[in-house]
């Protein structure tokens, strides 16, 4: 599990790094790492590779790394790697520190809520088809937009909105990877660079409750989330 945690949050503002914002009085990371580990075999041995900004390891990382052990529980080994300069280099930089694992899963730690269930079944998808997302099929009619003036109109009913986690086969991603650098190519999310191979990608229906974190009033609607039965 790569939960990314290196990102500025500068659309969020203020003094914090947005990975370590309080939640009821636990970091968003914290909160993120424990839904992850839940979703985990009761058997399984798993690990949890916290890709973080430098200079986030001494003012929040130490002095949370005791709590985010024990939300990961005792059959999770967590590691802390320092990210990159883009998403590609921290998600590199996170799988060179996990051991010999079969499954990659990627998360964002600003996404604090996401359900287990959905999580559960990522996991399934990816290991029967080699790649998989959580994502959301879109309510409103999206448009294409080019300087503010309307350039298509999409079908909604083909549109779905990513979400993470975004799990893929450990061979699969690094191939991935390897063909993005090859080529210089940059993806938004994580599986777009499986899905430029031609290889298929699975989705799995998410949740509105898998909140990207993003700005300063997604906290109290974050908060007030954390009251309702997952969905």
Known sequence: ?????????????????????PLRGRPLAVHAAERLCQALPPDARGELVLVVHPNDRDPYVAPHLPE?????????DVHVVDGGATRQESMQRGLAAAGDV??????????????????????????????????????????????????????????????????????????????AAADGFTGT????????LGLPVEVVPGSPQNLKITHPGDLPLAEALLDLPPR
């Not at 985010?68 to 999770?76: F, I, K, N, V, Y």
């Not at 999310?189 to 430029?196: G, K, N, P, Q, Y």
């Open 102 to 179: 079969d499954l990659v899963l990627v998360h964002d730690a600003a996404r604090a809520l996401v359900p287990v269930a959905a999580v559960r079944a990522c996991l399934a998808a990816a290991a029967r088809v080699g790649a998989a997302l959580v994502a959301v099929p879109a309510v409103d009619t999206p448009k294409r937009v080019h300087d503010r003036r309307v350039e298509a109109t999409l079908d909604r009913a083909t549109i779905w909105l990513a979400q993470t986690p975004q799990v893929v086969r450990r061979d699969l991603l690094v191939r991935a990877l390897a063909a």
């Open 68 to 76: 985010l052990r024990r939300a990961a529980g005792e059959h999770t």
């Open 1 to 21: 599990m790569l939960l990314l945690a290196a990102g500025r949050g500068t659309r969020f503002g203020g003094p914090v790094p947005k990975a370590w914002l």
């Open 189 to 196: 999310d994580d599986v777009a660079l499986v899905e430029r």
